[in-house]
């Protein structure tokens, strides 16, 4: 069994940055991934970005790339993003989850209970 928490939302304005991290605890695989996903009012939930562990193989989506990095210490066991150049649209509920089957594959496992963002001047 594996959990997955979040933390780091909050509200920050326009062009504003925020960190967000995700705890992961429990008996991990040798190989798995976490991804972030964002889920806005009335809208499909939306994947943000993946890591993999151990490689450390990233992916992110196209509305975020170049402004969120993902990032993981190991020996914290947590995983981040960090969100720079924020902007109203990135205004979400942001979720981690956990998967044993890469960041491609689809299939999450383990899910937080997610935090809000909320980017408004």
């Known amino acids: 069994q594996v959990q997955v928490a979040e933390s780091g939302g909050g509200s920050v304005q326009p062009g504003g940055s925020l960190r967000l991290s995700c705890a992961v605890s429990g008996s991990t695989p040798d190989y798995y991934a976490i991804g972030w996903f964002r889920q806005a009012p009335g809208k499909e939930r939306e994947g943000v970005s993946c890591?993999?562990?151990?490689?450390?193989?990233?992916y992110y989506g196209d509305s975020v790339r170049g402004r969120f990095t993902v990032s993981r210490d190991n020996a914290k066991n947590t995983v981040s993003l960090q969100m720079n150049n924020l902007k109203p649209e990135d205004t979400a509920i942001y979720y981690c989850?956990?998967?044993?089957?890469?960041?491609?594959?689809?299939?999450?496992?383990?899910w937080g209970q997610g935090t809000q963002v909320t980017v408004s001047s």
């Open positions: 890591i993999s562990s151990p490689n450390g193989d990233t």
């Open positions: 989850a956990f998967t044993d089957a890469g960041c491609h594959i689809g299939r999450w496992d383990y």
